[in-house]
């Protein structure tokens, strides 16, 4: 079973800026999704960035223009970028994977794996 282990959280000033970093136990999966959601105290998880297979992203509103997300193919890692934190950044980031094949396994149905999260958290 392929597993994520996300790195880089932590404390940081408003207006700081952290790198996330999700990797995959298995290398030169194919995935169709990598993404980064959140969840702060009291809140529902949200999707926070999406990249695709072919490149293609996708920002929550809430920080476009701020967070990038990236990822290496042949690693089986995303990252995220995180510039001009806000204490409302503050929660628990966690990355996915849809997978679709290994290097010894196709699967027929994607597989959703979901890293344990890390904490960041935004504060004077």
């Known amino acids: 079973q392929v597993q994520l282990v996300e790195s880089g959280g932590g404390l940081v000033q408003p207006g700081g800026s952290l790198i996330l970093s999700c990797d995959a136990s298995?290398?030169?999966?194919?995935?169709?999704?990598m993404g980064w959601y959140r969840q702060a105290p009291g809140k529902q998880r949200e999707l926070v960035a999406a990249?695709?297979?072919?490149?293609?992203?996708n920002y929550a509103d809430s920080v476009k223009g701020r967070f990038a997300i990236s990822r290496e193919n042949g690693k089986a890692t995303v990252y995220l970028q995180m510039n001009n934190l806000k204490p409302e950044d503050t929660a628990v980031y966690y990355c996915?994977?849809?997978?679709?094949?290994?290097?010894?396994?196709?699967?027929?149905?994607?597989?959703?794996?979901w890293g344990q999260g890390t904490l960041v958290t935004v504060s004077a």
């Open positions: 996915k994977m849809v997978i679709t094949a290994t290097p010894t396994i196709s699967y027929e149905r994607p597989l959703e794996v």
């Open positions: 298995e290398r030169f999966l194919h995935t169709n999704f």
């Open positions: 990249i695709t297979s072919i490149g293609s992203t």
